[in-house]
């Protein structure tokens, strides 16, 4: 027997209108890329988000065809959002701190056909356009008075000249909740990047999850920050959650240094921001420096790299504000677990409760999480017992877009699949896992991955090297910068300055690596490949310069 009741799929579109209805004159304020301030409302942004879905409509683009955006968090990224996803089409979010070189990779593996960036970004996409067949229309997210002229690029078009020609009215239409809603590439151990491709389905079980009183806790009365960005796993899931649960969100555009995001939670009485450890280390800065308070901010989610116990102390202290360390993954949508303490454990001495604080949390509801030793053998929940951490759902990745490598998933002892995170992992006797260690051999600066194998791949390409390794060094700012560790052929006399002016012009700047060490040897494992664990100790005294 089936059970009686609607059935609705669950479709992006639906929150937007939901949005419009309930809480359609809560703010949506966004920092522009011009630097002025822009107050819109949820009405609003569903009303062109449907201006959007129109424009997309005469352009001739097919069911599940791409648009892609290389955007800050603003309010046009998020009319993009809705109106892609909602109409049909899949959002592909790329992130602009990659070299144009590997955009414009993605934009061909993902075929394109429109793109839409932020003009601080016209450079990149001076740089690549030309290689990218797929694209046939070019957005400027700008007013047409501010599309520059001569940029090279064909048939570029301003934002609202675009939408400004469709109306808002446009019935979205209805589909299967599995079909593909957003797409977004995350950096692999196996040279190219791969896309996870997200569904309408999973994207609204997730923002239900992310809203929970023991995740986010978010509500109409909140106003929200996602310092992290909306080209990187849809920042968090907030765009979707805020709608969600009504509340108001403030965008922060490209002014991401501490004053800047410091100014805008106060002059908006921002109660909820999420961001990356970095980020929040340059807000504390500011407020350290500057003798400053929050008056509004209440909680903050600290995720995307181990958050530091010092930070969740400042926060917690000095200003009063709940840090819920949270890990998650592309993969994830991103979230998997989060750090709310249970209520035995609220009347545990302050030490006793820092330590679990600084834990990444227990899985919320729709995450099921282990730990598997070699074997695929379930370990022990016992909080000492450490193997990789592998989670499943309906918002975990089961494959990668038009990927040749096959499942990533593994089979535990008893066949059950699950996807491998990579990461070395406990859990406590109370569900609460703590990331131990990196199985993988990125590189983690910034909160952006750093492909270890493109390092070593450009240092090999040198005519005078024979053999190179890519490792992360723990780094005060950035939580790690890359070193290559290479080995010279015989009779050759490259110096460090000769190899990294070698990186120039092949990846991004931020990607270079901070040094380079010359080994005689670099020690090799069984199959020939370069044993980083051995190196990492063999380096352990090494310090940046
Ligand atoms: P990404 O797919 O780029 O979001 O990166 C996911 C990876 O970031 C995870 O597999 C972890 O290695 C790392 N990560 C995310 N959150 C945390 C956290 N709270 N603590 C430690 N590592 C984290």
Same mark, same amino acid.
């Given at each position: 027997m089936l059970g009686l009741m609607q059935d609705q799929p669950l479709l992006i579109s639906s929150l937007i209108e939901?949005? @419009?209805r309930q809480h359609g004159d809560t703010d949506i304020v966004s920092r522009r890329v011009e630097g002025d301030i822009h107050r819109t409302t949820w009405r609003a942004v569903a009303s062109r988000s449907r201006q959007v879905a129109n424009a997309i409509e005469a352009d001739y683009l097919a069911f599940s065809e791409r648009v892609a955006t290389l955007a800050w968090n603003g309010y046009r990224h998020l009319e993009l959002y809705y109106g892609v996803s909602g @109409?049909?089409?899949?959002? =592909?979010?790329?992130? !602009?701190?990659? =070299?144009?070189?590997?955009?414009a990779w993605i934009v061909n593996h993902a075929e394109d056909r429109i793109l839409c960036f932020d003009l601080t970004f016209l !450079?990149?996409?001076?740089?690549?356009h030309a290689q990218c067949p797929t694209v046939g229309r070019w957005v400027a997210l700008c007013d047409a008075d501010a599309l520059p002229a001569d940029t090279g690029i064909p048939d570029l078009v301003s934002y609202e000249a675009w939408i400004a020609d469709h109306g808002a009215t446009y019935d979205w239409p209805e589909f299967d909740e599995n079909t593909a809603s957003s797409l977004c590439y995350t950096s692999g151990t196996t040279g190219n990047p791969k896309g996870v491709v997200y569904s309408h389905r999973s994207t609204l079980l997730h923002a239900y999850a992310v809203s929970l009183p023991d995740a986010m806790c978010l509500s109409a009365r909140d106003t929200v920050l996602p310092v992290v960005p909306m080209f990187h796993v849809n920042a968090w899931g907030l765009p979707y959650s805020c709608a969600l649960t009504g509340a108001k969100l403030v965008l922060p555009g490209p002014a991401l240094d501490g004053a800047s995001i410091y100014e805008l939670i106060e002059s908006e009485q921002v109660t909820f921001a999420g961001g990356v450890p970095t980020i929040w280390q340059t807000l504390l800065d500011h407020l350290h420096g500057h003798w400053l308070k929050f008056s509004s901010l209440r909680r903050t989610v600290i995720g995307g790299s181990a958050c530091p116990p010092a930070m969740i102390d400042a926060f917690q202290t000095e200003f009063d504000v709940e840090v819920l360390h949270a890990w998650g993954m592309t993969e994830l949508s991103p979230l998997g677990t989060i750090c709310t303490l249970k209520s035995h454990q609220l009347d545990l001495p302050a030490h006793e409760q820092a330590t679990l604080r600084a834990k990444q949390g227990r899985a919320i509801f729709g995450i099921d999480m282990g730990i598997l030793d070699e074997e695929g053998?379930?370990? !022990?929940?016992?909080?000492?017992?450490g193997g990789e951490l592998v989670v499943r759902g309906p918002w975990v990745a089961k494959d990668y877009f038009d990927s040749e490598a096959g499942s990533p998933l593994v089979r535990d002892a008893q066949g059950r699949e699950w996807f491998p995170t990579g990461d070395v992992a406990t859990i406590d006797v109370d569900g609460f896992m703590q990331i131990t260690d990196r199985s993988k051999d990125l590189v983690k600066s910034g909160g952006e991955w750093i492909s270890s194998i493109d390092i070593e791949n450009i240092a090999v390409a040198h005519p005078d090297i024979s053999l190179a390794a890519c490792i992360g060094i723990p780094h005060p700012k950035w939580d790690e910068r890359p070193i290559v560790v290479a080995v010279r052929r015989p009779g050759s006399v490259v110096s460090r300055e000769d190899l990294l002016a070698f990186y120039a012009g092949k990846t991004a700047k931020w990607q270079i690596p901070d040094d380079v060490v010359f080994l005689d040897t670099i020690p090799l494992g069984a199959t020939g490949k370069v044993m980083k664990g051995k190196l990492r100790e063999q380096l352990k005294d090494y310090r940046l310069p």
């Open positions: 939901f949005a @419009s @109409s049909g089409r899949v959002l =592909h979010t790329i992130n !602009p701190r990659l =070299h144009p070189d590997q955009i !450079p990149i996409v001076q740089a690549m053998r379930a370990l !022990p929940w016992d909080g000492k017992t």
